[in-house]
């Protein structure tokens, strides 16, 4: 009698324990939104194409890179929509430097079709060319790309931006445009900085 009545008791708490454990696992898995993969290997190409003297992307480890530093993600799909690498060649900003150096913007950024915020302003891009990619930013509104050493004819596929509200393409020497890229995005962007236009 005493056993099967602690028998009973026994399984209400087994029973308890399983039902509370469960919620919890379904509540923690739809409360963190999860990096996607694709974006995630964009991104480490991106990282293993510039060298990182200063350790901006120490934090871009492990498999969640909607948790890693100067990355955003969107918090419903998970797609990542803001990039924050401002570099500081002077170190203005919090009185120490740091920057990245690369050959150029790895292709592999082009996967990030979701991204609406992207500052790679004051970085050392080697005298590159802004990639044709860059026009393929659909959801592209702030583009930030001042000081970080680009140089030559800036693509007119930047002008396939048609959601763009800030564009800084400031203080690359030897920067050049097209006249009727110039005037697309002057028309279409509310805050343009650009370089002294050459034609
Ligand atoms: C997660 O939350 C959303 C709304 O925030 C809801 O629509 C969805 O059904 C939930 N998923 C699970 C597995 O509970
Ligand atoms: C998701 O992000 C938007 C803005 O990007 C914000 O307004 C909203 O409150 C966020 N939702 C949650 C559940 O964090
Ligand atoms: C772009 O970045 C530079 C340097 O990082 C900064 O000084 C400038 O204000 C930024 N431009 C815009 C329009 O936010
Ligand atoms: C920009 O638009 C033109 C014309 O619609 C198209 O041919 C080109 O492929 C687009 N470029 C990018 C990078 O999406």
């Known amino acids: 009698m005493g056993n099967r009545r602690g028998l009973g008791l026994y399984l209400i708490f087994v029973s308890i324990f399983l039902v509370a454990n469960t919620c919890s696992c379904l509540g923690v898995e739809n409360t963190s939104i999860v990096c996607i993969e694709q974006e995630r290997l964009a991104l480490l190409k991106f990282k293993e194409s510039v060298i990182d003297y200063y350790g901006m992307l120490l934090s871009w480890v492990g498999n969640d890179c909607c948790m890693w530093e100067r990355v955003h993600c969107d918090n419903v799909t998970g797609n990542i929509k803001s990039l924050h690498l401002k570099g500081d060649m002077r170190g203005d900003i919090v009185g120490v430097m740091y920057y990245l150096v690369g050959d150029g913007m790895s292709f592999s950024l082009a996967e990030l079709s979701h991204l609406s915020y992207l500052d790679l302003s004051g970085n050392d891009f080697g005298g590159s060319r802004i990639p044709k990619f860059i026009g393929s930013f659909k959801h592209l509104t702030y583009l930030n790309?001042?000081?970080?050493?680009?140089?030559?004819?800036?693509?007119?596929?930047?002008?396939?931006?048609?959601?763009?509200?800030?564009?800084?393409?400031?203080?690359?020497?030897?920067?050049?445009?097209?006249?009727?890229?110039?005037?697309?995005?002057?028309k279409r962007v509310k805050f343009v900085r650009m370089w002294t236009l050459q034609c």
């Open 145 to 186: 790309l001042s000081h970080a050493g680009f140089q030559g004819i800036i693509s007119h596929h930047i002008g396939n931006l048609s959601n763009l509200k800030v564009l800084d393409l400031s203080s690359n020497d030897g920067l050049k445009g097209h006249v009727a890229f110039h005037d697309t995005i002057v």
